[in-house]
């Protein structure tokens, strides 16, 4: 599921067309049971991972200030951690991932380790993570006074052996086509482009694509966790996050000691991916309506209708000026719904975007030129997203099995889009390179409670358009003895960072006691945006 960085919607769910705001996720069919050749490839990376974790308890990590171009201030600190690219083979190639951390505030003995971060994607980095202490996030102020706040670039990702699958500067050109095709010529141009993706990232990283999965990125964190001098890890996992440490808590139940997971991947075998982005596509479309209520309620603002139907109206009325003759000549109905899908994703966005809405109604066009058109002076910026779209790709498409049958991609999403029309057809497209996915794809691990696994915190919003809250309620069936807080009536995708003392509470009672509820618990929804 893909987390909104500062590039347009490069991930956790994605359209070959749209490049959108955020995490998405992709699903697929139903896996196989695990078989013994899978068991014996398990097994030898199992070893392999016990082996690379012995080697980088060794070595640990040489913190150096970090490169000047990578925008992290003093006193954070950064360094890297030599991986295995294929645990079965942990003598073979290694590649290096990048890691940063800031010391814990507080004094040493109130010291209780690293924390380590993942926000998300598959592709997004968590290096800013240590700069929730130098902006000094007051959410995040108790926690570390105790942690010591550790980020890193996961496999593939910005300073970790990055991936691409095609020319930056080419992938953020715009406009792109409109999305939701009128014809079986723009579904066969669609096809065409996703098809050509796939190849695309074949050609520039076919050595790194059958090794760009999801256990092996958790084996990667174990590596980090010794490397760091951790007997047991401490994890903060959101978006994709969540499936990187439901995966990692099965695998190394025994190497847990506190993990809190924020906005649920469902992690059911039969769920990643195909399934879980069909799920998504319901879930935006009741965000977006959220988000249309808000708007109609403070039509005073923003003059854009009264009602959900007269903001919807409006919508329509603009996808078709777009779609007619791109705003600014480069913003279309794709770049629109880049942009608009900032609104169901986080609450943050819903006053910019309605702002900028309300400016295009009110004769200002530029302003949505310049919110939705990339920016292609951004070389740096166009990298990131480039590599972030091509991490979320390889990920899912390697994670599992995905239909290879155009019919049932058709079928499946000429459905969903007759009641979801909001990002059904984006999603879609974003996900289809992995129907023609050019090496082998893997069964998904079958996330469960292991031996010595202790309680996890789970968060997450009810009506969150990402991780649709099924993910939340699969993964605390799956993981004994966690506990679920709920935030009632919200949707907003990331809870733990926002200011809900309820929520903010708890996950402080955790991380520095280890402290659970003694039951579920439902917290009323954070505060809602005030234009």
Not at 19 to 33: F, K, N, Q, R, S
Not at 96 to 112: F, S, W, Y
Not at 235 to 240: A, E, I, N, Q, T
Request: one cysteine or more; a neutral charge.
């Amino acid at each position: 599921m893909r987390d909104k960085r500062a590039t347009r919607r490069t991930a956790a769910f994605g359209s070959a067309g749209v490049l959108v705001t955020a995490t998405l996720i992709a699903g697929a069919v139903a896996a196989p049971t695990a078989s013994a050749d899978t068991r014996h490839g398990q097994d030898r990376e199992a070893r392999g991972a016990a082996i690379a974790a012995a080697k980088a308890e060794k070595t640990g990590i040489d913190w150096q200030d970090c490169p000047a171009d990578w925008g992290l201030e003093k006193p954070i600190q950064c360094g890297y951690v030599t991986v295995p690219l294929d645990y079965a083979k942990p003598y073979g190639k290694q590649i290096k991932l990048a890691v940063d951390r800031i010391g814990n505030t507080g004094t040493k003995e109130e010291r209780l380790g690293a924390l380590v971060y993942n926000p998300g994607g598959p592709g997004g980095s968590g290096l800013r993570f240590p700069r929730r202490v130098t902006t000094k996030a007051p959410v995040w102020a108790n926690t570390a006074k105790a942690y010591d706040f550790v980020g890193f670039d996961p496999r593939g990702v910005g300073h970790s052996a990055p991936i691409s699958c095609a020319d930056p500067q080419e992938f953020v050109k715009a406009p792109k086509m409109d999305p939701v095709p009128d014809s079986e010529a723009d579904k066969l141009a669609q096809r065409k482009l996703a098809r050509e993706y796939a190849e695309g990232c074949y050609e520039r990283s076919g050595e790194m694509l059958p090794h760009m999965t999801t256990p092996n990125t958790a084996r990667d964190l174990d590596v980090i966790r010794a490397a760091l001098g951790e007997k047991k890890l401490n994890f903060l996992g959101v978006s994709y996050g969540t499936y990187l440490g439901a995966v990692y808590g099965t695998l190394f139940p025994g190497h847990v000691r506190r993990m809190v997971v924020d906005s649920v991947v469902n992690p059911s075998r039969e769920k990643i991916w195909y399934e879980a982005n069909l799920d998504q596509d319901v879930a935006f479309e009741g965000r977006w309506k959220d988000w249309q209520d808000w708007v109609a309620a403070n039509d005073a603002v923003f003059h854009l209708g009264d009602s959900r139907a007269e903001v919807q109206a409006k919508w329509l009325e603009l996808r078709a000026a777009a779609k007619k003759s791109p705003i600014g000549g480069v913003v279309g109905p794709a770049e629109l719904l880049g942009y608009f899908t900032g609104a169901p994703y986080y609450d943050s966005s819903w006053i910019p975007v309605a702002t900028v809405f309300s400016k295009y109604f009110a004769g200002d066009t530029q302003a949505l030129v310049d919110a939705a058109a990339p920016d292609l002076t951004d070389t740096a910026g166009n990298i990131t997203a480039e590599n972030g779209n091509a991490v979320y790709t390889a990920v899912e498409c390697t994670d599992a099995k995905w239909p290879t049958s155009w019919k049932k991609w058709d079928r499946d999403n000429t459905r969903l889009h007759q009641d979801y029309p909001f990002l059904t057809w984006s999603n879609a497209w974003m996900n289809l390179p992995c129907a023609t996915w050019p090496v082998k794809q893997q069964t998904p691990v079958d996330v469960k409670t292991g031996k010595g696994l202790p309680g996890v915190l789970i968060v997450q919003a009810e009506r969150d358009a990402a991780t649709p809250y099924g993910g939340a309620v699969e993964l605390h069936k799956r993981f004994k003895g966690s506990r679920l807080i709920t935030e009632k009536g919200a949707g907003s995708h990331g809870v733990t960072s926002l200011v809900n003392p309820c929520i903010n509470e708890r996950v402080d009672a955790y991380l520095l006691t280890g402290k659970l509820d003694a039951a579920d618990v439902t917290c009323a929804p954070h505060a809602t945006p005030k234009p």
